[in-house]
């Protein structure tokens, strides 16, 4: 993301007089005042095309910084991601009963009232991991080909709708497979169950992948950098738009959660009251809203068009690079890959004309914004360690709580406790603490966000951990099983179907939970909301799909990961699994800080790279004399800001 302003002098940037002003046309096709060089000794503003008043380089470090205002259209596409995580928690919240628990005695839908187990087809909590656990992969792998489709050639708003049509498809697939006539033969339901995985999957991603970027791009076309702002009180502020991004992603967040409590709560209680085909049907009925609203706002929306593929040239830009680098051990490969002016010796004017690749037909800056992208794809590599924690909370927390004290809860309801905390927690945040920090001079950037998130998922961790261990050591079943566990302490211990849970259950509370789920919604504040904006603010403007759909992958591989874990997720071994993911996740935490403490420092330096003039296939319809001018004075501007230096000391 850009932030640096489209200005003319050196010495504007300073705050020189400037008595009389010209037009310069900047890359947004604007025209921005420039002051010409003056002996005044009086100091005039930097202004933008509007009268915009920049910021020198005294006031980006001495100046307080606050958000931008945020116009409804963008609260209209957080809305569209609203019912659309309504549909996909609401659905995926009673995978683990329908596919593991049995169907309750004289029940043909899975309902199981109030004091029997909601289930269907009965596979075990083995099958249902391992089914979730694709779910998880499938829905996270998608993003990648969505945002490389949605960058390239169908623009976001497009991909959308295609990724809406394909998701209702998978819905109606998941609703057929839950009827009675088909939930009494339980192979053919799963197998009809896993088809529809794969629709579901696959919109889920295409979605995902191109809705988040779409939501601060709306922002990003009314202000894309940093302006003075006076205030009421007469405080000259800086009006930071990666700040504003950032509540963006705060507030869009919110809306994640406030559609994934009501649609789990809600779906939850149709599993046990009624039946698995209402918890299928109701959410693809909200989904239906979604094309709707993007319909209904369409003139509304920043679309911005596809830029034809890229990705080929930015993986040639790489391999260029990495010409002469390589080698058998892959630290020394890795270090030459971090190594000072590693993407300098490539950028077009270090290369003589006559000696260029044909591909090559980008300018200097956006071999800057790929080496950023590419940084950012590096904090990403990272993600699957912090994602281990966060996907027991869709499958194992919640066979966790079936063997607890519930006094009528449904199992799969009790994690709804971590969107609860996020919709808690997140105003707290972007109200009191972020602000609080920012008054005590504290920088609170996305690596130490990110370290954070890693510290507070271990967190969680230990405490499944220690009520795991809890669980067993109070089991009634523990005089036949020293660890407390048999495969069923109810008919272990003779006791008949409604016998009372307090009989061969744990006198543990379900509620006991509540810590680990907390620490799993604050860990997702830090680092999930911020790996979105760091998809955003980090990757070329025509490769943001792409990149999302990096960071989404993460948690794709976090998946197939958990699959080795799967032999863990059984008693008695359930402390082993928890604690595994604990250490796992410490010792993450602590490789990802030590990791990335310089590129720490760069922030701002990253986020204030001029825009590029290389916009694909659309680069025939620019003038490009007139960008690369403009351009120019970009580069002058953050030069006098200091914005460049970080940047050249690698």
């Known amino acids: ?104 005695a004289g029940s043909t839908t899975g309902a199981g009232g109030t004091y029997l187990q909601a289930g269907a087809l009965g596979q075990g909590q083995r099958a249902s991991t391992g089914l979730t656990l694709f779910n998880n992969f499938w829905s996270y792998l998608m993003p990648l080909l969505g945002g490389y489709l949605a960058d390239s050639y169908w623009g976001k708003y497009k991909t959308i ?25 339980p192979q053919g339901a799963l197998g009809c169950f896993s088809v529809g995985l794969i629709f579901f999957g696959i919109g889920v991603g295409f979605f995902k992948a191109n809705i988040s970027p779409m939501i601060a791009e709306q922002y990003e076309a009314k202000q894309p950098r940093a302006v003075i702002k006076v205030l009421k009180t007469g405080e000259r502020v800086v009006v930071d738009p990666v700040m504003t991004i950032s509540v963006i992603y705060m507030r869009y967040y919110f809306c994640i959660n406030v559609g994934s409590l009501v649609g789990q709560i809600s779906m939850v209680y149709a599993e046990k009251y009624v ?90 800056h956006w071999v800057d914004e790929v080496r950023r992208g590419l940084k950012a794809c590096s904090v990403f590599v990272w993600y699957p360690i912090y994602w281990l924690s966060y996907t027991q909370m869709t499958n194992n927390l919640v066979s966790q709580a079936a063997t607890m004290t519930l006094n009528g809860v449904p199992n799969d309801i009790v994690n709804n406790l971590d969107p609860i905390a996020l919709l808690i927690f997140i105003p707290i945040c972007d109200k009191l603490f972020y602000p609080f920090l920012r008054r005590m001079g504290i920088n609170f950037t996305p690596i130490k966000k990110i370290t954070v998130g890693f510290a507070l998922a271990t967190l969680s961790m230990m405490i499944a951990a220690i009520t795991q261990h809890y669980i067993y050591m109070q089991s009634p079943c523990r005089e036949i099983s020293g660890y407390g566990y048999v495969d069923d302490c109810r008919e272990a211990l003779g006791l008949p179907d409604d016998a009372p849970e307090s009989a061969y259950k744990p006198a543990l509370s379900v509620w006991i939970q509540t810590p680990a789920y907390i620490l799993i919604a604050l860990a997702e504040i830090a680092a999930s909301i911020t790996g979105l904006e760091y998809a955003f603010t980090k990757a070329p403007k025509n490769m943001r799909g792409l990149i999302t759909g990096v960071f989404w992958f993460s948690q794709a591989f976090s998946a197939a990961v958990s699959q080795a874990f799967v032999p863990l997720a059984a008693d008695p071994l359930l402390v082993w699994l928890y604690t595994a993911i604990a250490i796992l996740s410490c010792l993450g935490g602590i490789g990802f800080w030590f990791n990335f403490i310089t590129l720490d420092k760069q922030e701002e330096a990253l986020n204030a790279l001029p825009d590029s003039v290389f916009k694909g296939s659309k680069n025939k319809d620019m003038d490009l004399s007139a960008i690369e001018a403009a351009q120019a004075e970009q580069d002058k501007i953050r030069h006098a800001q200091g914005l460049d230096k970080k940047l050249t000391t690698e």
Not at 75 to 100: H, K, M, Q
Not at 168 to 177: A, E, N, R
Not at 320 to 347: H, Y
């Open 161 to 185: 709708h295609v990724a809406i049509a394909v998701a209702t498809f998978g819905h109606i697939i998941l609703v057929i497979s839950a009827i009675p006539p088909v939930i009494k033969n």
């Open 275 to 364: 039946g698995f085909w209402l918890s299928y049907t109701l959410p693809t009925c909200l989904f239906l809203f979604c094309p709707m609203i993007l319909i209904a706002f369409k003139s509304k929306y920043t679309r911005n068009p596809p830029t034809g593929s890229v990705l080929g040239k930015a993986l040639a830009l790489i391999a260029l690079a990495m010409k002469g680098r390589w080698s058998i051990n892959p630290i020394r490969t890795i270090k030459n890959m971090r190594e000072p002016g590693f993407f300098e010796r490539v950028k077009p004017s270090n290369i003589p004309e006559s000696e260029r690749p044909a591909w090559m037909t980008f300018d200097d």
């Open 1 to 104: 993301m850009s932030t640096g302003a489209n200005l003319n002098t050196l010495d504007a940037a300073s705050g020189d007089a400037a008595p009389i002003d010209e037009k310069v046309l900047s890359p947004d096709g604007n025209h921005v005042l420039i002051p010409k060089e003056s002996t005044s000794d009086i100091d005039e503003p930097l202004r933008g095309p509007n009268g915009e008043e920049y910021p020198t380089k005294d006031e980006l470090q001495t100046l307080r910084r606050v958000k931008g205002p945020i116009s409804m259209i963008i609260y209209t596409i957080a809305f569209i991601e609203l019912c659309e995580r309504f549909a996909y928690y609401g659905t995926t919240a009673v995978f683990v009963n329908f596919i593991s628990e049995d169907l309750p």
